[in-house]
């Protein structure tokens, strides 16, 4: 009976050594297969001069700025970038995110690369129309950010039919001030017909006179509103003030709809605590 439970006790220590044995052996693999703290610094430097570099050459050596940022950059910038780089520029991610539900077939206008429609938009859609007119944007979107449920389009958004007839939630992000007040109207008019009857409209844009290549400006909330106000019954705006590029941007965002049920559903509501 000792002899038995002795035997027992120095297999289950053997094993024990063995497994710890193994561990070490796999921990150490690891290492020398996808490297350690050094190895990171240095490929975490080679891609800090690499995305530097593609910024030089798309923002300010080429002959015509690109169309889209590319959010591999972007991201990559926020997270390791030397300089300090807030994260309000991707509000406009979580504030159309929030009024998404399971099941909603949304369509984005003006997609650029896809990053915000796969990573914020499409969780919980069961059907995404994600469209653009600059066929490197559509490109690049389906490199990098396709999925199941998204269809990119190379689609001109004014003058073509959107690729479906109804939809729960449209956002068209930092657009407006691209298009004239008159071509504006039609947009909107033309995505208050597309929206379901339960459906919500969002979306975002800079206030003040911000872009070269503007054809319209919008100096504060006031005036969206009255833009909005006359394809929607309701209209719900915010604004914030965030650091970028040397300067400080206002940028607006918007929820629009013909009913409230949307609108009412993602308010913060305010609380008192009685004990205090």
Not at 179 to 202: N, R, Y
Request: glycine fraction near 8%; include cysteine; hydrophobic fraction near 35%.
């Amino acid at each position: 009976m000792i002899k038995d439970l002795l035997k027992q006790s120095l297999t289950e220590n053997t094993l024990n050594r063995l497994r710890r044995i193994r561990r070490r052996a796999a921990f150490y693999t690891e290492v020398i297969i996808g490297g350690g703290p050094r190895r990171e610094q240095f490929l975490l430097r080679l891609l800090r001069r690499h995305y530097d570099a593609q910024f030089r050459r798309d923002w300010e050596l080429s002959e015509e700025e690109p169309h889209f940022f590319s959010h591999k950059m972007g991201m990559f910038k926020l997270a390791f970038g030397g300089e300090a780089i807030g994260p309000y520029a991707y509000s406009r991610g979580f504030y159309s995110a929030e009024v998404v539900r399971e099941g909603d077939r949304l369509l984005d206008i003006g997609c650029g690369d896809g990053f915000f429609t796969k990573r914020f938009l499409s969780v919980r859609c069961s059907k995404v129309d994600a469209v653009d007119i600059e066929p490197s944007a559509i490109h690049a979107a389906q490199k990098n950010n396709s999925a199941p449920n998204i269809a990119y389009h190379l689609l001109d958004a004014v003058n073509e039919p959107f690729p479906s007839g109804e939809y729960d939630v449209i956002v068209w992000d930092g657009a407006l001030g691209h298009f004239s007040a008159e071509t504006t109207h039609i947009m909107l008019d033309k995505i208050a017909k597309h929206l379901a009857p339960e459906g919500i409209f969002v979306g975002s844009e800079s206030l003040g006179h911000e872009g070269t290549d503007h054809l319209q400006f919008f100096d504060s909330l006031d005036v969206l509103r009255a833009i909005f106000s006359a394809h929607f019954q309701h209209v719900e705006l915010r604004s914030i003030d965030y650091p970028t590029a040397g300067f400080i941007r206002s940028e607006a965002f918007w929820r629009c709809g013909q009913t409230r049920d949307r609108l009412e559903s993602n308010h913060w509501r305010t609380s008192t605590n009685s004990s205090k």
